[in-house]
């Protein structure tokens, strides 16, 4: 590698390392305090240095790519491969962005053996980027999951070129590549369609012969696997008898062998009894009985991939047939079980160590936050979420918590201007005017603003932002936690009335710009706290040189930006040095909170079964 690519790297790992806040240890808070100041302090430095980097080197680079040498594109292929080796996941979108325009230059010189490795090594960087929209629905995720199959479907196509073709490893790109598209593909159909079809290419005689050197039985074991994982819906029909024998026939190859072990990987033996359920084989009391089992024989603190599946899959999958079987929410013994379970599971998370932090883990996360089964009896969503934010998101939740005491404040001074203002909002008009309303007008608004940004926890774009600029696919996917953290808050009752607020904040008031579009002022009842929550949060993170500057800033964008009453409100002198007083602490009862979690992480935990 190139010195400013080893300089980049080296500071990426280095983010990595003063991002963990509970990687550090300290005699008192206040030494504690400091050292994460301090951190902080690095982190912007780094990231300084490393936009000059990426401006004055890589781009520049990327912009000349038609002249470089063969030296110079070996040094971008080390550089991406060591941002994203598939488990740290660094730096994807660089990763993304060098093989994005090596392909272009592949695709200029004519070369087709390096069209197809970066066809293959751009729909894996899109691949990975994507995990961040697991469980976001709308047309830009769509769009984005259809490009990442499209450019699979066009490294998979030159298999008719296979007999042409003399190096090896580019046929291997060519059959990973086919076999991704089911990967990306929403469609049940296509994806068994696919599996099918690179099935029978791992095992014919004639691609084996034209290609010797390649893998042809992990390609063969690889390919089952991912055929495997149409299990859970087998029982939803939809599938040809043929397609349905692949899948069954899929799973008897990948899971039966764990079933018959004395210990057996609970990674592929769950999904065996799954699909035994799916198909009917075994009955629903069977499988909760299995599933059970599995999850009480797993200590909290396996922190391997086998206990993840144990700790946090199978929790999360046990609510899934709570939520799916109405008559199992009327057990007692499944609601304590589920409850016992999430316990466990919320254990394994919190105490899980940062340095094992990997994009596995990371997509556990999304799984609880996407698939978490609220009901009475278990810990509420708005509780377990509370929580994750703290241990995952440390600088996320010191924005939010000030974002939340910004709003506080605010919200106090708006209702005792007009003690009507939010009662728009059906749960606080039923308050009569006094004390107790102005009590609970705060206590909502405080949690708006805690919430707005939820999206991206399950995002995971925290470090991405400390550590440069998002590129300008990144902004689009960032954009998207709008959507993403208000569909999982209003999918709980816990949460539910905190919804609108994180998905309108970026809004404008007159609806002409900001994001997402999915967001109408007037058909929300929430708007006028959502309407705060914008103003607010542009406080809160404006690069201003002072908070009265960043006040004066609002206050010019009323009636376009920002609505008119609350820039109003604005202007009183009270209101603005409390704004100030907030900023002046510089977060210390946020850091606080944080290092009274820490002392509790650090203390053993044993997890008792009720």
């Known amino acids: 590698m190139l010195p400013y690519q080893t300089q980049y790297l080296n500071n990426v790992r280095e983010i990595a390392s003063l991002s963990d806040f509970y990687g550090v240890s300290a005699p008192d808070f206040d030494s504690w305090y400091a050292t994460q100041r301090d951190a902080q302090?690095?982190?912007?430095?780094?990231?300084?240095?490393?936009?000059?980097?990426?401006?004055?080197?890589?781009?520049?680079?990327?912009?000349?790519?038609?002249?470089?040498?063969?030296?110079?594109?070996?040094?971008?292929?080390?550089?991406?491969?060591?941002?994203?080796?598939?488990?740290?996941?660094?730096?994807?979108?660089?990763?993304?962005l060098i093989h994005d325009s090596l392909l272009s230059l592949c695709r200029f010189r004519r070369d087709r053996g390096r069209v197809i490795k970066e066809l293959y090594m751009v729909g894996m960087g899109l691949y990975y980027l994507g995990r961040s929209l697991q469980g976001t629905e709308c047309e830009a995720s769509n769009a984005f999951r259809f490009r990442n199959e499209m450019v699979f479907t066009e490294g998979g196509s030159y298999l008719k070129f296979f007999a042409e073709i003399d190096d090896e490893q580019t046929k291997g790109y060519i059959i990973r590549s086919l076999a991704n598209i089911a990967i990306c593909s929403t469609e049940l159909g296509r994806r068994?369609?696919?599996?099918?079809?690179?099935?029978?290419?791992?095992?014919?005689?004639?691609?084996?012969?034209?290609?010797?050197?390649?893998?042809?039985?992990?390609?063969?074991?690889?390919?089952?696997?991912?055929m495997s994982s149409n299990r859970a819906v087998l029982s939803?029909?939809?599938?040809?008898a043929d397609e349905l024998a692949a899948v069954l026939e899929s799973c008897e190859v990948v899971?039966?062998?764990?079933?018959?072990?004395?210990?057996?990987?609970?990674?592929?033996?769950?999904?065996?009894?799954?699909?035994?359920?799916?198909?009917?084989?075994?009955?629903?009391?069977?499988?909760?009985?299995?599933?059970?089992?599995?999850?009480?024989?797993?200590?909290?603190?396996?922190?391997?991939?086998?206990?993840?599946?144990?700790?946090?899959?199978?929790?999360?999958?046990?609510?899934?047939?709570?939520?799916?079987?109405?008559?199992?929410?009327?057990?007692?013994?499944?609601?304590?079980?589920?409850?016992?379970?999430y316990r466990k599971m919320?254990?394994?998370?919190?105490?899980?160590?940062?340095?094992?932090?990997?994009?596995?883990?990371?997509?556990?996360?999304?799984?609880?936050?996407?698939?978490?089964?609220?009901?009475?009896?278990v810990e509420s969503y708005r509780d377990i979420t509370a929580k994750l934010m703290k241990r995952l998101t440390g600088n996320l939740y010191i924005r939010s918590r000030r974002a939340g005491e910004l709003m506080r404040l605010c919200s106090t001074a708006l209702y005792r201007s007009n003690p009507s203002f939010f009662d728009d909002i059906d749960f606080l008009r039923a308050y009569p005017n006094g004390e107790e309303k102005e009590r609970a007008v705060a206590d909502y608004a405080e949690q708006c603003g805690l919430y707005q940004d939820f999206g991206l926890i399950k995002m995971n774009f925290e470090r991405l932002s400390q550590t440069r600029n998002l590129l300008e696919g990144e902004q689009r996917m960032y954009e998207l936690?709008?959507?993403?953290?208000?569909?999982?808050?209003?999918?709980?009752?816990?949460?539910?009335?905190?919804?609108?607020?994180?998905?309108?904040?970026?809004?404008?008031?007159?609806g002409a710009d900001g994001y997402p579009k999915e967001y109408v002022r007037n058909d929300s009842p929430y708007r006028?706290?959502?309407?705060?929550?914008?103003?607010?949060?542009?406080?809160?993170?404006?690069?201003?040189?002072?908070?009265?500057?960043?006040?004066?800033?609002?206050?010019?964008?009323?009636?376009?930006?920002?609505?008119?009453?609350?820039?109003?409100?604005?202007?009183?002198?009270?209101?603005?040095?409390?704004?100030?007083?907030?900023?002046?602490?510089?977060?210390?009862?946020?850091?606080?909170?944080?290092?009274?979690?820490?002392?509790e992480h650090d203390k053993e935990t044993v997890f008792e079964v009720n």
């Open 236 to 240: 939803k029909g939809g599938l040809s």
């Open 255 to 341: 899971f039966k062998p764990e079933s018959g072990t004395q210990t057996p990987n609970v990674r592929w033996l769950w999904p065996y009894y799954e699909m035994e359920y799916s198909c009917g084989f075994v009955d629903l009391a069977t499988t909760l009985a299995r599933m059970e089992q599995l999850i009480d024989d797993s200590s909290y603190d396996s922190y391997d991939i086998s206990g993840l599946y144990a700790n946090v899959q199978l929790p999360i999958y046990y609510g899934r047939l709570v939520r799916d079987n109405p008559v199992l929410q009327t057990k007692r013994e499944h609601i304590r079980f589920l409850d016992r379970a």
């Open 192 to 226: 068994v369609a696919i599996s099918k079809r690179v099935l029978q290419i791992v095992q014919d005689d004639y691609y084996r012969a034209l290609a010797p050197s390649l893998p042809w039985d992990t390609f063969l074991k690889r390919t089952h696997q991912q």
């Open 528 to 599: 006028q706290m959502t309407d705060l929550v914008a103003v607010v949060a542009f406080i809160n993170e404006c690069d201003a040189p002072s908070p009265r500057a960043a006040i004066a800033s609002a206050i010019a964008q009323e009636r376009r930006r920002f609505s008119p009453l609350i820039t109003a409100c604005l202007g009183d002198e009270a209101l603005q040095a409390g704004i100030e007083e907030i900023f002046a602490r510089q977060d210390r009862p946020y850091y606080r909170e944080l290092y009274r979690e820490l002392m």
């Open 346 to 377: 919320m254990q394994t998370l919190l105490t899980y160590p940062a340095e094992r932090f990997n994009d596995f883990f990371y997509y556990n996360i999304c799984l609880v936050i996407t698939d978490y089964f609220e009901i009475d009896g």
């Open 41 to 96: 302090a690095r982190i912007a430095a780094l990231r300084e240095e490393n936009i000059a980097l990426l401006n004055d080197n890589l781009f520049p680079a990327l912009d000349g790519l038609h002249a470089a040498s063969e030296a110079d594109i070996a040094a971008l292929e080390e550089f991406a491969g060591a941002l994203m080796d598939w488990s740290t996941n660094l730096d994807c979108g660089i990763y993304l």
């Open 481 to 510: 936690h709008t959507i993403s953290g208000h569909d999982d808050l209003a999918a709980r009752r816990s949460t539910a009335i905190y919804a609108d607020a994180a998905l309108g904040h970026h809004r404008w008031y007159d």
